[in-house]
């Protein structure tokens, strides 16, 4: 990962109309912005969304002062994004019905199937904690960071962040065991 000063550069550079730097910048935060947006919204929304997010980005660029760091401001603007999607999303009415479960995916097997299984604990939690955990814990985000991406106070982002690490708890020890699931479907 580049360091956020190489960041806020190119962000800087770009925002007086170098091409190459909005590039670059564009390519050092791509991962994290579409990351960031998987876990608030959904890994098959993230990438209309991103780009959503850099059009904005690339829009404000000219007036981006560095006053924070160009990742903290990108992830922020990717924070309005993702809440003005689940606004109008909310605002229509659905057209499909939904199945009230799915599949718990085995988290005793393949690393894709215990991936899975942590983006649904993830996706569970509510949307501030969630918003908390993905930006400390998964996208590597200080506390500081977190709070002005979030828009809230650093204190209430550490107490999203203990709260959202004690649903994961409970998620997973509420989950059922799939070696037992097993056995008895065999035994039927």
């Given at each position: 990962m580049t360091d956020d000063t190489q960041v806020t550069a190119w962000a800087l550079a770009a925002g007086r109309g170098d091409r190459d730097a909005a590039a670059s910048f564009v390519r050092a935060t791509q991962q994290q912005v579409r990351r960031f947006l998987a876990a608030l919204i959904s890994p098959s929304e993230a990438d209309d969304l991103a780009q959503d997010t850099y059009l904005r980005a690339m829009r404000s660029l000219p007036s981006f002062a560095g006053r924070s760091s160009a990742r903290t401001w990108l992830l922020g603007i990717a924070r309005r994004v993702a809440v003005d999607?689940?606004?109008?999303?909310?605002?229509?009415?659905r057209t499909v019905s939904m199945p009230d479960s799915y599949d718990v995916a085995d988290t005793t097997r393949s690393g894709f199937d215990r991936q899975v299984a942590l983006e649904q604990l993830i996706a569970g939690l509510s949307a501030d904690r969630r918003e908390a955990f993905v930006a400390?814990?998964?996208?590597?985000?200080?506390?500081?960071?977190?709070?002005?991406?979030?828009?809230?106070?650093?204190?209430t982002i550490r107490s999203r962040v203990a709260r959202s690490r004690e649903d994961l708890v409970a998620a997973v020890n509420a989950q059922p065991d799939p070696q037992s699931r097993t056995r008895t479907d065999a035994a039927g």
């Amino acid at each position: 990962m580049t360091d956020d000063t190489q960041v806020t550069a190119w962000a800087l550079a770009a925002g007086r109309g170098d091409r190459d730097a909005a590039a670059s910048f564009v390519r050092a935060t791509q991962q994290q912005v579409r990351r960031f947006l998987a876990a608030l919204i959904s890994p098959s929304e993230a990438d209309d969304l991103a780009q959503d997010t850099y059009l904005r980005a690339m829009r404000s660029l000219p007036s981006f002062a560095g006053r924070s760091s160009a990742r903290t401001w990108l992830l922020g603007i990717a924070r309005r994004v993702a809440v003005d999607h689940i606004r109008a999303a909310t605002a229509r009415p659905r057209t499909v019905s939904m199945p009230d479960s799915y599949d718990v995916a085995d988290t005793t097997r393949s690393g894709f199937d215990r991936q899975v299984a942590l983006e649904q604990l993830i996706a569970g939690l509510s949307a501030d904690r969630r918003e908390a955990f993905v930006a400390t814990q998964i996208l590597g985000l200080s506390y500081a960071e977190a709070a002005e991406v979030c828009n809230c106070p650093v204190g209430t982002i550490r107490s999203r962040v203990a709260r959202s690490r004690e649903d994961l708890v409970a998620a997973v020890n509420a989950q059922p065991d799939p070696q037992s699931r097993t056995r008895t479907d065999a035994a039927g």
